[in-house]
């Protein structure tokens, strides 16, 4: 399915409120539209209707009184009333000439000594006539006044009720594409949660963000302002045309070649458009990446003096963005303003023409209203074609944000599932257990060990042995490629990813906290998690003697990442969030390789209450921290090379005992 089609979709998820914008958008346009129409009834009827033929009456209504007699402009005779004598009242020069009787031709006029004389074709006809004086010929127009009058206020009434109709359109269109936006901003950070941990591996946070962010706010432009531009631009267009066919078919016809000119141009910018935003988008997804990871590793920037190598970095991604820019910039320049600007030149010689050939016409009469109407619709038909043309770069930009962003929703994620399984014991069991990052290439190799419910499992070796593979496998964040890893005898494979992890917790070697508060932060907002539960946790690990200076106490702020409490401020906090969940699986990954002295006895104090009852698995580097370990795992480049508890492993004098002698040397050394 193409990118616009999709888009059309989401739009249909408001369709109610779009149809209803449509309408009073129609509404609207017929409502402005209506103008030209009625100034070429002012201006022919009113204004030069004095022109029409008059005749002499009785008097009554809309009758003038002239030398004596009452007249009435013929559309204003009753079909009752008599007519008595024809009368002329012709323009020649500044003069209005009074003429009694009709005419037999019209062309140029003059008047001299009392005569009218009208030329056209070498032909000549002469009229006893009369010069009107200014209050006369008011007279003449005193019965017009009242219908200007109430053509105008219809007229203001007409916009009044356009203006309405324009704000509601313009009100339900944009909520509409805001309301769009919100939903594909929830579906894309939703597909985020659904997507395996593995497809980050290779996707900088940065542009994830950028996804979420500039690509859809690209698209709420394509909503909020390029669809409610095309359609209105399309309802005025149609609506324009039809009164250009009701003036004058044959112009109106000319006319109508404007429309596949706007469509071919159309087709070509996009060609090369599209090119210059897909690099564009991209460059901006990549500006925020390496913003995202210099903010992230500023102190590391900082510290190594790699300040002016990092700002290179960031002018060459900048400069690209700008070259781009400038080319889109460039092709924009070179065509919008520029075609519509010739469009324009190109119909108005037209109209020029063709006016001009049916003025040298005897048989054709074109009234100065019907010019007025024309000009007027010729320069409102260029008002939606610039802001079609002008719209177009914000199209082509959304079609590509939108690319982006259906990628990202067709990844292949995994759905929440609705199957519920009771809370199980603990008893883990990896059964010839084969892993890898990358196909082939393996990180664990042949794993064979059991974990039964209630014991402590540590595992040691060195950086890249696959202690932390272990818990990725745990938690299903990957699968094995080979062996199965089971739970209670069951594969977890065929447990719901949402179900396994709800009965596992785990502690980081440097915990993630969340914008809020610290008991925020240990219940994580799950309702199931009461206030007594959130304050017993913190207690059973020690926290309130850490935190009681605090003025706030367990309600005081956390910003972003918790930047502003220590290392082991930050672990208490994650102990008692594991302990709060109160999970049948404990992993401790490096959780007390950062904690000062202190603060370690404490959690070491709280680390026999959060393990009781529970299977927990304790990644360590100090191997002090583990001697009493039901089990120690020592891994060694993938593979179980020794297994057992402290005093066994110290007695088989092998790889475990070694490295506790190493460490234990190096500590009496300090």
């Known amino acids: ?41 002012m201006i022919d009827e009113h204004i030069l209707g004095i022109e029409s033929v008059w005749y002499q009456t009785e008097g009554g209504e809309d009758a003038v009184e002239y030398d004596g007699n009452f007249y009435k402009k013929e559309q204003n005779l009753d079909q009752s009333e008599e007519k008595i004598d024809q009368a002329r009242i012709l323009q020649a020069g500044s003069q209005f000439v009074f003429i009694s009787g009709d005419i037999a031709f019209d062309g140029e006029r003059t008047f001299k000594n009392g005569n009218l004389i009208i030329e056209k074709n070498g032909e000549t006809e002469t009229y006893e006539g009369k010069a009107l004086t200014s209050e006369e010929l008011m007279q003449f127009y005193t019965p017009e006044i009242p219908k200007i009058v109430q053509l105008l206020a219809f007229y203001f009434g007409l916009l009044i009720i356009a203006a309405f109709f324009q704000y509601g359109q313009r009100f339900f269109l944009q909520k509409s594409a805001n309301r769009i936006i919100q939903q594909m901003r929830e579906d894309v950070f939703g597909q985020i949660q659904r997507l395996p941990i593995g497809y980050f591996d290779n996707l900088p946070a940065g542009k994830v963000v950028a996804r979420i962010t500039n690509d859809t706010e690209a698209i709420r432009e394509l909503y909020v302002t390029v669809l409610a531009t095309f359609f209105t631009s399309a309802i005025y267009i149609s609506g324009i045309y039809i009164a250009l066919f009701i003036l004058n078919a044959k112009l109106a016809a000319i006319c109508l070649i404007l ?211 272990i818990m990725n496998l745990l938690f299903r964040f990957y699968d094995c490629q080979e062996g199965r890893i089971m739970i209670d005898g069951m594969d977890i494979k065929q447990i719901p990813r949402q179900e396994l992890r709800k009965h596992m917790g785990i502690v980081l070697q440097d915990p993630f906290l969340f914008t809020g508060t610290i008991a925020s932060n240990v219940s994580l907002e799950d309702p199931e998690i009461t206030r007594d539960k959130v304050e017993k946790a913190l207690k059973d690990v020690g926290a309130d003697k850490i935190f009681q200076h605090l003025e706030k106490g367990f309600d005081e702020p956390v910003i972003e990442k918790g930047s502003t409490l220590s290392s082991g401020q930050r672990q208490l906090i994650s102990f008692a969030r594991a302990l709060a969940f109160d999970p049948a699986i404990l992993i401790l990954d490096e959780a007390t390789s950062s904690i000062d002295t202190e603060t370690e006895l404490i959690i070491q104090e709280a680390m026999d209450v959060l393990k009781k009852g529970r299977t927990s698995f304790i990644i360590a580097h100090r191997l002090s921290t583990i001697r009493n370990a039901d089990q120690i795992l020592v891994l060694d480049r993938g593979k179980i090379v020794e297994k057992g508890n402290h005093d066994e492993l110290m007695e088989r004098k092998g790889k475990y005992f070694q490295m506790y002698q190493l460490q234990q040397g190096a500590t009496l050394a300090g």
């Open 259 to 469: 429309l596949p000119i706007l469509y071919v141009w159309a087709i070509m910018y996009r060609k090369y458009a599209s090119k210059y935003n897909h690099v564009i988008r991209s460059r901006v997804s990549d500006i925020n990446g390496m913003v995202n990871e210099s903010i992230q590793g500023m102190n590391i920037i900082q510290a190594f003096g790699r300040e002016k190598e990092a700002q290179k970095d960031f002018e060459r991604l900048n400069t690209e963005h700008f070259t781009f820019q400038n080319k889109l910039l460039s092709l924009n320049s070179l065509t919008s303003h520029n075609l519509v600007g010739v469009l324009r030149n190109v119909v108005f010689v037209a109209f020029i023409w063709y006016f001009g050939g049916e003025s040298l016409n005897a048989s054709s009469v074109i009234s100065l209203g019907m010019l007025y109407a024309y000009v007027d619709y010729i320069n409102r038909l260029f008002q939606p074609v610039q802001g079609i043309v002008n719209q177009l770069a914000n199209l082509e930009q959304a079609i590509v944000a939108g690319e982006r962003v259906f990628k990202l929703l067709d990844e292949e994620g995994i759905d929440i599932s609705d199957k519920n399984i009771p809370r199980y014991k603990g008893n883990v069991t990896f059964d010839h257990v084969h892993f890898g990052y990358k196909e082939k290439d393996y990180v664990l190799k042949d794993l064979n060990f059991e974990a039964k419910h209630g014991e402590t499992v540590a595992l040691v070796g060195h950086t890249g042995s696959g202690k932390s593979s």
């Open 1 to 41: 399915m193409t990118t616009g089609k999709r888009l059309f979709q989401y739009a249909l998820h408001y369709k109610k409120t779009i149809i209803a914008a449509l309408l009073m958008l129609t509404i609207a346009a017929a409502s402005d539209l209506a103008g030209p129409f009625i100034a070429k009834k």
